[in-house]
Every structure is written in structure tokens, then in C-alpha cells.
């Protein structure tokens, strides 16, 4: 698996992504954590949509300094969605956080996977 791009923090804890726009969490192996990604779902439809871009960021706050990945999304209606990825430099720690750029109803499932 050819790497497309590798956000790591401290102690080889990185999110991996492959040229396919595949993302995995890596920690001492390729593969830690399984396959990961965005699933949107309305009514009875569903889609997976693929990363647009990616835009960098960096910053500091309580758990330390951070480098980061703001996703922007490709999908077949506008999502509402800002989803980011940090990863800090001085511990092994990932914080992934999807939050909705707009007021949202009818999102909620309660399906965990389907």
C-alpha cells in the first residue's frame, strides 16, 4: 500500500491514508485499528464520500503542540460537515472530531454500522 499521506504523532501513532483515499491508524504495525472513514446517511440513502482535499493546520492547546488535516468532502449533496484530525507531537494521541457547520435535522439513526 503506496502512502498519499502520513499525519503522525508521538511514538509512531499516525493516520495513514493510500493513494486510493483508503485511511488506516497506524501504531507499531500498517494496520491497527481496521479501515476508517465518513459514511452520511439521510432517510433510507447512504453514501461514502471520498476526500476533495485536505488542508493542513498546526496549533497548541492543553495536550500540547499539533499538526493537523482539515477534510474537505466529494459527495452528491453539500454535507455539513467539518471534520479534523490532530495529532500531537509530544504524546501518542489522535483526536478526530466531526462537528456540523450548520443546524442539522434528522441525522441521527441510532445506527452505529450498517
Given at each position: 500500500?503506496?502512502?498519499?499521506?502520513?499525519?503522525?504523532?508521538?511514538?509512531?501513532?499516525?493516520?495513514?491514508?493510500?493513494?486510493?483515499?483508503?485511511?488506516?491508524?497506524?501504531?507499531?504495525?500498517?494496520?491497527?485499528?481496521?479501515?476508517?472513514?465518513?459514511?452520511?446517511?439521510?432517510?433510507?440513502?447512504?453514501?461514502?464520500?471520498?476526500?476533495?482535499a485536505m488542508h493542513p493546520f498546526?496549533?497548541?492547546?492543553?495536550?500540547?503542540?499539533?499538526?493537523?488535516?482539515?477534510?474537505?468532502?466529494?459527495?452528491?449533496?453539500?454535507?455539513?460537515?467539518?471534520?479534523?484530525?490532530?495529532?500531537?507531537?509530544?504524546?501518542?494521541?489522535?483526536?478526530?472530531?466531526?462537528?456540523?457547520?450548520?443546524?442539522?435535522?434528522?441525522?441521527?439513526?441510532?445506527?452505529?454500522?450498517?
Open positions: 500500500m503506496a502512502e498519499a499521506f502520513r499525519l503522525e504523532a508521538a511514538d509512531g501513532l499516525a493516520l495513514v491514508a493510500d493513494a486510493d483515499g483508503g485511511m488506516r491508524v497506524a501504531w507499531r504495525e500498517a494496520d491497527w485499528l481496521g479501515p476508517i472513514g465518513l459514511r452520511v446517511r439521510s432517510g433510507d440513502r447512504s453514501e461514502v464520500p471520498s476526500v476533495a498546526s496549533g497548541e492547546d492543553d495536550l500540547g503542540a499539533f499538526a493537523g488535516l482539515e477534510f474537505a468532502w466529494r459527495s452528491a449533496a453539500p454535507l455539513a460537515y467539518r471534520t479534523t484530525v490532530r495529532a500531537y507531537r509530544d504524546r501518542p494521541v489522535l483526536v478526530f472530531r466531526l462537528e456540523a457547520s450548520a443546524s442539522m435535522r434528522g441525522v441521527a439513526t441510532r445506527l452505529f454500522d450498517d
